[in-house]
């Protein structure tokens, strides 16, 4: 299995409401990331997991809260988003959060969130 | 910081050789990485160096210079499927990639 997968794919929600993205991955992989990407701009990262502890905050507002239960899994809390928030939100892994080697980072299909 | 410059926009024909050039700065450099992303779908790896050279995969490779702060990624025999952005990355010595803002290659028949 060599795919991250993210569920939802689309998502619409109001401002004062509470949502969840989940992604997971079964390649044994330790590290997980959450970018952020608006139309046709790069991806921008918003956070890292290494080893399941939260090792890179890129000055997220803390409207975005992330969570990794388990190796497998990362989920990203949604509460109180603004309209600018709106985005395509993409979830990769690789195989450890220190450098070295290849260690290239695999994508999910993204959640394409919009918030009203 | 990392600051890194691509082309906005290329055009090609198709069966023809185009070159995405891709240079940077960066506080810290491990490696630097080629993505391909088609609309509304999630970046695909197409390549990765870390030493000067050249690195060939079938019809797309890829060239370092460290000293110069260039990249390039080359397309060979174009096809219609290779329409897409290619984000050019650099990773620095936390694993963190940032990315390019991407060069949109459209290639016509």
């Known amino acids: 299995d060599t795919e991250v997968t993210q569920t939802p794919k689309h998502l619409v929600m109001g401002m004062t409401n509470k949502k969840s993205l989940k992604c997971e991955q079964h390649m044994g992989h330790r590290a997980m990331y959450w970018y952020k990407q608006k139309a046709k701009k790069p991806p921008e990262l918003m956070f890292v997991y290494s080893y399941e502890k939260l090792s890179i905050n890129e000055s997220v507002p803390s409207r975005f809260s992330p969570e990794c239960p388990n190796s497998s899994l990362l989920n990203l809390h949604l509460h109180a988003l603004q309209p600018e928030d709106s985005a395509l939100y993409l979830c990769?892994?690789?195989?450890?959060?220190?450098?070295?080697?290849?260690?290239?980072?695999?994508f999910g299909p993204g959640t394409r969130l919009t918030v009203l | 910081g990392q600051n890194i410059d691509q082309p906005t926009e290329m055009t090609a024909t198709e069966g023809a050789i185009v070159q995405i050039n891709c240079t940077y700065q960066t506080s810290g450099f491990n490696g630097l990485f080629w993505y391909q992303q088609h609309a509304g779908e999630a970046p695909t790896f197409l390549s990765y160096?870390?030493?000067?050279g050249l690195e060939e995969k079938g019809r797309f490779s890829s060239f370092l210079s460290r000293s110069k702060g260039y990249s390039y990624l080359l397309l060979k025999e174009l096809q219609m499927k290779d329409s897409a952005s290619y984000l050019c990355a650099v990773r620095n010595a936390g694993n963190m990639l940032t990315f390019g803002g991407g060069t949109r290659l459209m290639v016509k028949p």
């Open positions: 160096n870390v030493l000067d």
């Open positions: 990769a892994s690789s195989q450890e959060g220190s450098s070295g080697g290849e260690n290239e980072q695999f």
